[in-house]
């Protein structure tokens, strides 16, 4: 029986030949030419005075339905940019998380942050994709993919200038981070086929991501407040992918700068 992961991934392979048909990977290479440099993910989650926040928009979750009332995706990315987000992470999903690449597209046009573009990314075409509508890193999901197509993946990413945030739920997805020498690594709370949330997911892979020296360490979903962001900085953890609590926050503004410990600042 697929689980809400398989699912998704189903039909995102259902969805692609439509997607390359309407824009032929000769003309997404094209547009390429015409973005900016890739922004410096690595640079721009460097500890400094406040805590690293990678705040994302999302208008919907197979879990949870419908986030926000009169979502709009620029002004949560003005607010965001404004209030201090290290990065921006745009999910562009349509059937599932109710976005689409063109809200990328629009929020690049007023983010100078880097910007990562979250998908189910499985085929080197979406990789080209992403790099077209100006994103500065993308997703690789290690719980489906191979260890093989990942570094496929990420290598294609590096010949773009991209890197790829490699995301992680267990022993067995570090292991195959590690194989295909992942620089950025984001420890998912959420187990993605069921929905259900585990801190002490991170708790327990933190130790094992930084036997390794060079890892850039992101902790990933069911991050509501200061003081889980202090204790896993106490970890480790270099920076926070957080979504639904500022997504669903009736302040967005206040709530990022209390996740970021920089209230009264």
């Not at 850039?216 to 204790?231: A, D, P, Q, T, Y």
């Amino acid at each position: 029986m697929s689980n809400i992961l398989d699912q998704i991934f189903a039909d995102k392979k259902k969805e692609l030949p439509g997607t390359q048909r309407q824009s032929p990977l000769s003309e997404i290479k094209q547009r390429i030419g015409d973005q900016q440099v890739v922004r410096d993910v690595f640079k721009a989650l460097e500890k400094g005075d406040t805590s690293r926040i990678i705040a994302e928009i999302k208008p919907k979750t197979p879990f949870k339905g419908e986030l926000r009332k009169g979502f709009d995706a620029k002004i949560i990315a003005g607010d965001y940019v404004e209030h201090g987000a290290a990065t921006l992470s745009i999910l562009t999903e349509s059937n599932y998380f109710g976005s689409s690449i063109k809200v990328f597209q629009e929020i690049r046009k007023i983010a100078a942050i880097p910007l990562l573009r979250k998908d189910f990314i499985f085929d080197e075409y979406q990789v080209y994709e992403s790099r077209a509508y100006g994103a500065d890193l993308f997703l690789l999901i290690a719980t489906w993919l191979d260890q093989n197509l990942m570094s496929d993946l990420l290598s294609l990413g590096k010949e773009l200038g991209m890197p790829a945030l490699i995301e992680v739920h267990n022993e067995w997805d570090m292991e195959k981070a590690f194989a295909v020498n992942a620089k950025l690594i984001g420890i998912n709370n959420r187990d993605l086929t069921n929905g259900k949330t585990d801190l002490g997911i991170t708790r327990r892979l933190a130790p094992m991501a930084l036997q390794e020296k060079g890892k850039v360490l992101v902790c990933e979903s069911g991050i509501h407040g200061r003081e889980e962001i202090e204790e896993f900085e106490s970890l480790g953890v270099h920076a926070f992918l957080i979504g639904e609590s500022l997504m669903t926050s009736e302040d967005i503004p206040n709530k990022l700068k209390e996740l970021l410990g920089s209230e009264g600042s």
